[in-house]
Nanobody, 124 residues
Framework: VQLQASGGGLVQAGDSLTLSCARS????????MGWFRQSPGKEREFVAA????????SYADSVKGRFTITKDTGKNTVYLQMNNLKPEDTAVYYC??????????????????WGQGTLVTVSS
């Protein structure tokens, strides 16, 4: 399984940005996909996740109401729409997918496959 994240860039506070994560390779088992982020000097943190076969999403409190995760099952792609971006959203964003069904979508250790990361920089 390969995950290709894209869409990062430099924006100003209050702007919007959409990240994409395209999944390729083994597609016989598609359970969920998640977005995580890591800022310099900080630990990786959960951002959002979506289950593949049901309409179920999860969000970190810090992004609720501003970020929206969606999926296009035909394209094997997950999107992260980020609105009203803040300087504290600056980070490298990673998409991830588990090898099997997981219950806690917020724990990074539950994911087996990771994309290469895409940098989002929000200036004040």
């Amino acid at each position: 399984v390969q995950l290709q994240a894209s869409g990062g860039g430099l924006v100003q506070a209050g702007d919007s940005l959409t990240l994409s994560c395209a999944r390729s390779g083994r597609t016989s088992s598609r359970y969920s996909m998640g977005w995580f982020r890591q800022s310099p000097g900080k630990e990786r943190e959960f951002v959002a996740a979506i289950r593949w076969t049901v309409d179920s999403t999860s969000y970190a409190d810090s992004v609720k109401g501003r970020f929206t995760i969606t999926k296009d099952t035909g394209k094997n792609t997950v999107y992260l729409q980020m609105n009203n971006l803040k300087p504290e959203d600056t980070a490298v964003y990673y998409c991830a997918a588990p090898r099997s069904l997981i219950y806690d979508l917020t724990r990074g250790t539950n994911y087996d496959y990771w994309g290469q990361g895409t940098l989002v920089t929000v200036s004040s």
